[in-house]
């Protein structure tokens, strides 16, 4: 199996890092050429100034195999993986809500799955290092 | 696809219906549902975000607060996580403690779980009766750990306290009632009426179903497929004692139902084989506040499923980011599926059988509580409404 990325071992999960043009594509690898790989556990987003950093963790077994990229925060647009394994699509949607990655492809990005309708669309996403609380706090009773 | 108001019917999100708010738009065509766009994010306490300025240990209390229900699964999903980063032996006296109490979970949540079945198709002795059952399962939780649902009795380097001495007596006294009340309930939900006809072919799904869309928990193993994480991925002292894999074949609700009741009596059955082989020992170890740079990734099995926890530590005594996948999240597309093609009477049955607990999915943001204002039909009309449609239907047959 051919990736262009770079493995490293963390007692039993192993990391592909790999750009985030590529992500797809080693996921599709893994779920067509892995395919006891197939069960997606999750996608999880971690605020790494000045990039935000996307896991894909899949699990078999013992193993968690798990794709790592990261997109720039200017910038955080990546394709969608809906089109590969379905089950995608509420984790990306919750990250999109939670750090603010828009993921391509993805029906549920022009609507809040988890943000309520009263957040401000000027404040940044929760999960990121600069929202700080109680200025959101402040923005929303104004409202 | 446009759909016209008219044909909207929204549940939630605050429904007496549910035990925990949440919005389900369902698009009918005439009686049939053909789409369910759910909305999430109504119990958001900011629980991710919260766990980013407390230490270590007291994220412990912070996260077995997620789910009265699971409460132990969270809390054993994310000891070991640490654990793991710490590179830490715990005690194999604690590993055992930890498998009865998470076995006696899962007991107390299906039967919490069976209970609400016989409430929502209108059998509500079978919920009476079963909630009863429960109390003795959820009295020995109170006497081994002090408390019956939030029980604070893992720890960073094992269990808290020490089992009480003389817990054996009680112990296989009350897994002997709940295996035999486990066998007539099973043979009362395959024989009873009222609830063969709500849940026989109800809410269908298959293995490819599952491939694309990744359920787990019981939701998995109604299809056939054995999956499960005890016994793939073993932590606590389940590589000693092995959990058998039960499974159902047909990927109903119906099937669903005798699943769960197998797996209590598994539990019942493990919780005994523990404790009859718990080696001795110390219960926990002294653990060093700061945690090493590291990532860990740990799941374990909650009673609805896989639940999940990436922990990730900058290398101090305050974690930089941790996620949780609860097992309701990934459940939530499967049940929208199993949905589809059925009448708005059998909605509360299909969104009971996976099981949800809404407040493990949402937990992640620190806004407030959505303030939708309440549409038309409300929980106890849907609940009636679901009773009267199948009582018509047996009387017209």
């Given at each position: 199996m051919k990736v262009g990325g770079m493995i490293s071992k963390f007692r039993k999960s192993t990391v592909i890092t790999v750009s985030p043009d590529h992500a797809k594509e080693t996921c599709q690898l893994i779920v067509t050429e892995l395919p006891e790989f197939y069960h997606l556990s999750t996608i999880t987003g971690v605020d790494d100034d000045p990039s935000i950093t996307l896991y894909y963790h899949f699990w078999q077994g013992g193993d968690f195999l798990s794709v790592k990229t990261g997109v720039p925060k200017t910038n955080p647009?990546?394709?969608s993986l809906i089109d590969v394994l379905p089950s995608a699509i509420l984790y990306e949607a919750e990250v999109k809500d939670l750090l603010g990655v828009i993921f391509q492809g993805n029906p549920l990005m022009d609507r809040r799955l988890l943000l309520p309708d009263n957040y401000p669309l000027e404040a940044p996403p929760p999960l990121r290092k600069e929202a700080d609380p109680e200025k959101i706090r402040k923005m929303m009773e104004l409202e | 696809m446009q759909y016209s108001p008219e044909n909207m019917v929204p549940f939630g999100p605050v429904h007496p219906a549910l035990k925990e708010p949440e919005y389900f738009k369902l698009i009918l065509e005439g009686e049939k549902i053909v789409e369910v766009i759910p909305r999430i994010g109504y119990v958001h306490r900011g629980i991710e975000r919260a766990a980013q300025d407390r230490t270590w240990i007291k994220n412990v209390y912070l996260f077995e607060r997620i789910c009265g229900i699971c409460s132990f699964a969270h809390s054993i999903a994310y000891t070991q996580a640490i654990e793991n980063l710490l590179q830490f032996e715990i005690p194999r006296r604690a590993r055992y403690i930890r498998l009865i109490i998470a076995e006696l979970e899962r007991i107390h949540?299906?039967?919490?779980?069976?209970?609400?079945?016989?409430?929502w198709t209108g059998f509500d002795t079978l919920f009476m009766w079963i909630w009863k059952d429960r109390e003795h399962v959820l009295d020995l939780v109170e006497t081994i750990t002090g408390n019956r649902i939030h029980k604070s009795y893992s720890t960073i380097s094992g269990v808290r306290r020490d089992l009480p001495d003389n817990i054996g007596e009680p112990l296989r006294k009350e897994m002997k009632y709940i295996e035999e009340r486990s066998e007539y309930y099973k043979s009362l939900v395959s024989s009873e009426e009222t609830l063969v006809i709500r849940t026989r072919g109800i809410g269908r799904i298959n293995q490819d179903i599952v491939r694309k869309l990744c359920p787990v928990g019981p939701l998995l193993r109604c299809t056939g497929i054995a999956r499960d994480v005890r016994v793939e991925d073993p932590y606590a002292a389940y590589d000693e004692i092995i959990p058998d894999v039960k499974t159902s074949n047909d990927g109903d609700i119906a099937s669903l139902l005798l699943l769960r009741i197998e797996e209590v009596k598994e539990s019942c059955r493990l919780v005994l084989?523990?404790?009859?082989?718990?080696?001795?020992?110390?219960?926990?170890?002294?653990?060093?506040r700061s945690v090493p740079k590291g990532e860990a990734i740990f799941h374990v099995e909650a009673p609805r499923g896989e639940l999940f926890y990436f922990v990730r530590s900058p290398g101090g005594t305050i974690p930089d980011r941790v996620k949780i996948r609860t097992p309701t999240m990934a459940n939530l597309l499967t049940a929208t599926e199993m949905l589809k093609g059925h009448t708005l009477a059998d909605v509360p049955v299909v969104l009971?059988?996976?099981?949800?607990?809404?407040?493990?999915?949402?937990r992640v943001s620190i806004v407030e509580l959505d303030k939708s204002k309440q549409w038309a039909i409300r929980g106890e009309e849907l609940r009636q409404f679901g009773i009267d449609w199948y009582k018509q239907r047996r009387s017209k047959t």
């Open positions: 647009v990546i394709p | 949540s299906h039967l919490l779980w069976l209970g609400l079945v016989g409430y084989e523990a404790f009859e082989k718990i080696p001795s020992g110390p219960v926990k170890l002294t653990a060093p009971t059988g996976m099981d949800p607990c809404f407040g493990c999915m949402d």
